[in-house]
Each structure stands twice: as structure tokens, then as C-alpha cells.
């Protein structure tokens, strides 16, 4: 009696277990020198981290589903991240990534859903 390889039960093991896994949902991210905001929890909500320490504020202008234009403010300063609240009911349709800077603040093209 033959055995089938090694490498094909491995291979065909491995494909199941990869179909069985629920897929990873990948975070939008946008970013300007000094801001970064992300979708939290595929879209329910959004993050915005101060990445320079230079004592100006950042933000994000975001949309949900709602139709509410909004704007959500980190002024906790360096290092900090600061989440909005969260509904799997009103999604996050669009962010962008700003940073509140002398003149015409920095902001990021729109992430969109």
C-alpha cells in the first residue's frame, strides 16, 4: 500500500485551516507629518494619534452613515491616541487625518468605506 507525500496532506491541512479562519480585516489608515487616524473596529469607529511633539493638536473630519459631518480632537499631545465612540449601527463612511498647524492646517486625503 502507498502513502500519499508528506507535502500534500501538509499542504492540503494547511489550505483548511486557512479557509476555516475568518478573514482579517486590515485597518484604513491615514496619515499626515505629525497625525495619525485609523477606522477602529471595521468602521464603527476612528482613532487619532499625536505623532510629533510639537504641541499642536490633531484631528480627523469624519462622516458616518448618519449623513453628520463631525470632527474628532486628540489634544492629549505626544504619543497620545484618543478613540471616538463606537456603533456597529452608524458606521464611519469617510476620515481623513489632520493636523491643527499655524495657517492652513495639514490634513490627508479622505480614507472612505
Do not use: H
Not at 499626515?32 to 473630519?61: F, L
Amino acid at each position: 500500500m502507498s502513502r500519499p507525500p508528506v507535502k500534500l496532506a501538509l499542504a492540503v491541512s494547511i489550505g483548511l485551516v486557512a479557509w476555516s479562519l475568518p478573514s482579517l480585516a486590515i485597518a484604513a489608515t491615514k496619515s499626515t507629518n505629525g497625525s495619525v487616524t485609523r477606522d477602529v473596529d471595521n468602521w464603527q469607529g476612528i482613532s487619532v494619534e499625536d505623532t510629533a511633539c510639537d504641541a499642536n493638536d490633531v484631528y480627523s473630519d469624519y462622516k458616518r452613515d448618519s449623513g453628520l459631518a463631525q470632527v474628532f480632537r486628540n489634544s492629549q499631545g505626544c504619543g497620545t491616541t484618543e478613540t471616538s465612540d463606537k456603533s456597529s449601527s452608524n458606521l464611519i463612511q469617510r476620515f481623513n487625518s489632520c493636523v491643527d498647524d499655524a495657517g492652513s492646517n495639514t490634513c490627508s486625503t479622505d480614507a472612505t468605506r
